[in-house]
């Protein structure tokens, strides 16, 4: 099925650092949701996105959707050890049933 | 709130075996979904369901079946277990009808092993 094109795939940093992830799309979506799996759990939802050019913060995290309407990024800031884990964009078409398509994720670690 | 729950967490079966994974939402959602995931393929669609009594296939529902006959359930059977149905599985729900606001939640999910 169709997938998100997300990057990077993974990331190495070192804690405190600032980590900066995108999503893109050849196609428009209505919504972007950004979430976050941790190993042996299911995917929790961290931000969601409406609006082109919306920008939303949820503590360190901050996601906007992109004003064309085919993008959105995510953005941590001062990275700690619990930011670890795998995180996944998703779009929502309009129209049709509305199934959400999903990015491959992006594996962070961090050093501390 | 419980929000999405799934039984079992984990579960072994031999080939040709079926079962079901339970599903469970108190949010009144209208839409649930399956998902397996697989390493390297991403969450992929098995079945959906917009609402009490329809359901509808996503992009991987072979070997699958899918009923909703509340808005609180949505169990997912396996007929004959493969071995190629090992995965992990998750179960989401969300709000259909709230005018352009779709926040989808997951269940823990149920790792299946088929020997």
């Known amino acids: 099925g169709q997938q998100l094109n997300q990057s990077p795939q993974s990331m190495f940093i070192q804690e405190g650092e600032d980590v900066s992830m995108n999503c893109t799309s050849s196609?428009?979506?209505?919504?972007w949701l950004w979430y976050k799996q941790e190993p042996g759990e299911g995917p929790v939802l961290l931000i969601a996105?409406?609006?082109?050019?919306e920008l939303t913060s949820n503590g360190r995290l901050t996601a906007q959707f992109g004003i064309t309407r085919k993008d959105s990024f995510l953005n941590i800031s001062a990275s700690i050890p619990s930011d670890v884990g795998i995180y996944f964009c998703?779009?929502?078409?309009?129209?049709?049933?509305?199934?959400?398509?999903f990015g491959q994720g992006t594996r962070l670690t961090i050093n501390p | 709130n419980a929000g999405v729950t799934q039984t079992p967490k984990f579960q072994v079966l031999k080939t040709g075996q079926s079962m079901t994974l339970q599903c469970a939402q108190d949010?009144?959602?209208?839409?649930m979904s399956w998902y397996r995931q697989d390493p390297g393929m991403g969450l992929r669609l098995i079945h959906y369901?917009?609402?009490?009594?329809?359901?509808d296939q996503g992009e991987v529902p072979n070997g699958y079946n899918v009923s909703r006959s509340t808005t609180e359930d949505f169990p997912l059977r396996l007929l004959s277990a493969a071995p190629s149905q090992t995965s992990v599985y998750f179960c989401?729900?969300?709000?259909?009808?709230?005018?352009?606001?779709?926040?989808?939640?997951f269940g823990p999910g149920t790792r299946l092993t088929v020997t």
């Open positions: 989401a729900s969300r709000s259909a009808t709230r005018q352009g606001r779709y926040e989808q939640y």
């Open positions: 196609s428009i979506f209505n919504t």
């Open positions: 996105l409406y609006k082109a050019g």
């Open positions: 998703a779009g929502i078409h309009t129209g049709g049933a509305q199934k959400l398509v």
């Open positions: 949010m009144n959602h209208e839409y």
């Open positions: 369901s917009v609402g009490a009594g329809i359901t």
